[in-house]
């Protein structure tokens, strides 16, 4: 038996131990990454004096997307505490609120948008969760198919450009620019979110609005150019770097983000405290803030002892047939067990073989985003899962939930599939995002 494959055996069952320990999933990574390294070192394949330099510059691996999720975070963050979601959501359902298709399409675009953004689905959710649920029960959708709805709305949010964690992970490991993802995410994205609003939005009933207590009502305080200014200065600065490359300079969606922050606190700085909205960002990210220094300490630890390389060495063993089979089932349970880890662990060598095979590597990084997607809602870690159960008030079985949504999850995992099989056919779709 082989180092690495020993070094792959103690993390998977480091891994399983803490988790049969009841200990958080950040905790569980944390204890197999270590263990890992420990057992490199006693085996000599990694210099005694080079632990902690491993595990250190492990955590400073994606400092740009820590910067994205905190500064991203904030922003949103600012929006909802001014007023600005409430006012948002009220204004769809007061003059669309008799038209329950134009109501449905608004309110899955207005659950892309902080999600979009920020790369975190949880966002979406957090900012705009219980608005858009209250805004589900005035339209007469059920607490289970509101949950469902949330859910994969939820987790497309996270998948749609500009920032899509799953692709900027993978992306960073195989040396392939974060570049022509735009209409290669946002087209079929917005596509699963109408189909998803749609269907499980279907055959309810809508209550006059002067009855409905649960709509969120719109501060007077509040007007539309406060909202509007914050997204202009964000798009502006963004558009503005493609269309002067060369006098516009390169700001980066960090930078981006908190300038758009700065004025959108400007908009509302009567009633937002900044730096107790910070600290509360803050300790809401932190759970996903870890997970990505962690996946970052996982990454050079796999590296330094020879997993990674094994875990690649297999995906290439694999028939090509036997590869797209599989992926329907192994990329979600992978982000069930390791979320963005999983990009980490399976995505960057898939990604590697497929380019290698003659697919287009940006239209499968694409595809494999919708499957990762999916195993936010898969225990033993159901982030989205449980924040759209909370957001609803869903009191239910987990899996009734998970039921309602087996329609939108099949033709997202048919659409994630295509595009990794087909991606030569999706080119276009680079082409028009560059």
């Known amino acids: 038996m082989t180092l ?10 480091s891994y399983l131990f803490a988790a049969l320990c009841k200990l958080s999933i950040e905790l569980n990574l944390l204890i197999a990454t270590i263990l890992t390294a420990i057992a490199a070192v006693c085996a000599r394949v990694i210099p005694a004096l080079d632990f902690f330099r491993h595990l250190v510059e492990g955590t400073f691996t994606y400092l740009d997307v820590l910067l994205l999720f905190v500064i991203g975070g904030i922003f949103m963050m600012i929006l909802q505490e001014g007023g600005a979601t409430d006012y948002i959501v009220h204004a769809v359902i007061k003059y669309t609120g008799k038209h329950r298709t134009i109501a449905l399409l608004l309110l899955a675009l207005l659950m892309l948008i902080p999600g979009a953004l920020t790369g975190a689905g949880s966002i979406s959710l957090l900012v705009l969760g219980a608005p858009v649920a209250a805004a589900l029960s005035y339209l007469g959708v059920p607490s289970d198919r509101a949950a469902a709805m949330l859910f994969v709305l939820g987790g497309l949010s996270a998948a749609a450009p500009p920032v899509n964690i799953w692709a900027m992970i993978t992306c960073a490991g195989t040396a392939i620019p974060y570049v022509g993802f735009e209409l290669t995410l946002a087209i079929p994205i917005i596509g699963l979110a109408a189909f998803t609003a749609l269907y499980l939005g279907r055959k309810t009933k809508t209550q006059p609005i002067q009855n409905s207590t649960q709509v969120p ?106 590869i797209y089979v599989v992926l329907p089932f192994i990329i979600p349970f992978s982000e069930a067990v390791l979320t963005y880890g999983g990009a980490a662990v399976l995505g960057i060598p898939l990604a590697w073989f497929l380019d290698s095979v003659g697919q287009h590597a940006t239209v499968v990084i694409a595809g494999l985003s919708l499957l990762w997607l999916l195993g936010d809602g898969l225990p033993p870690t159901a982030l989205i899962g449980r924040l759209s159960m909370m957001a609803t008030g869903y009191n239910g079985p987990y899996r009734r939930m998970l039921r309602a949504a087996i329609i939108p999850w099949i033709v997202i995992t048919l659409v994630g599939i295509s595009m990794v099989v087909f991606s030569r056919k999706f080119v276009f779709l680079v082409t028009w995002s560059t």
């Open 4 to 13: 690495p494959v020993i070094f792959l055996v103690i993390f998977v069952l």
């Open 217 to 322: 009502v719109a501060s007077k305080k509040v007007h539309w150019w406060q909202i509007l200014l914050p997204f202009l200065t964000f798009f502006g600065l963004i558009i503005a770097g493609r269309v002067w490359p060369f006098s516009m300079p390169a700001l980066g969606l960090p930078l981006v983000f908190a300038i758009s922050a700065v004025v959108a606190w400007l908009c509302f700085l009567q009633s937002v405290r900044i730096v107790s909205l910070c600290l509360t960002t803050i300790r809401r990210l932190l759970p996903l803030l870890a997970v990505i220094v962690l996946v970052g300490m996982i990454q050079q630890v796999l590296t330094a002892t020879g997993v990674r390389g094994l875990i690649s060495y297999a995906v290439l063993a694999l028939p090509l047939v036997a």
